[in-house]
């Protein structure tokens, strides 16, 4: 084992494992997503503190990433319903996260189009059509 091997720190801050911003990839997933906010926003919309925001995110009860350079890490508004989460969202983000995805990962697959679902997973997750999305989030873990 070298003596670098030694010095290295795990990451302690939950989300230091987000893409480059200014990677083309993420540039991609900003755009497709859409509508963003910031942990304030999605705080004021939630009725809660940015705390309570930066808690969920950690707890991944919702996901989060930069969605382009410089703007700071945003959640999907799609992920919220009013004040509440949308119905499906926390359990679909533990199958995939204990399936070994990043925020970035999962942030793309529910928002990218898919014919035989049909539409996007976050769009199913939204018109109470989540357990075929969950059926499958459970599939790509194997």
Do not use: C, Y
Not at 64 to 87: S, Y
């Amino acid at each position: 084992m070298s003596d670098d091997s030694l010095l290295a720190k795990p990451d302690a801050e939950p989300f230091a494992n987000q893409p480059d911003p200014q990677d083309q990839r993420t540039r991609d997933v900003g755009s497709l997503v859409g509508d963003w906010l910031s942990w304030s926003e999605a705080a004021e919309a939630m009725g809660l503190s940015v705390s309570k925001v930066r808690q969920l995110i950690k707890e991944g009860q919702l996901a989060a990433l930069v969605p382009e350079p410089g703007a700071g890490q945003k959640i999907p508004a799609a992920f919220l319903d009013g004040r509440e989460i949308v119905k499906g969202v926390p359990g679909l983000l533990t199958v995939l996260h204990d399936a070994g995805f990043t925020d970035h990962e999962i942030i793309e697959w529910v928002f990218t189009a898919d014919p035989t679902l049909p539409g996007r997973p976050i769009d199913a997750l939204r018109e109470n059509r989540g357990s075929e999305v969950k059926r499958r989030a459970q599939s790509m873990g194997f």
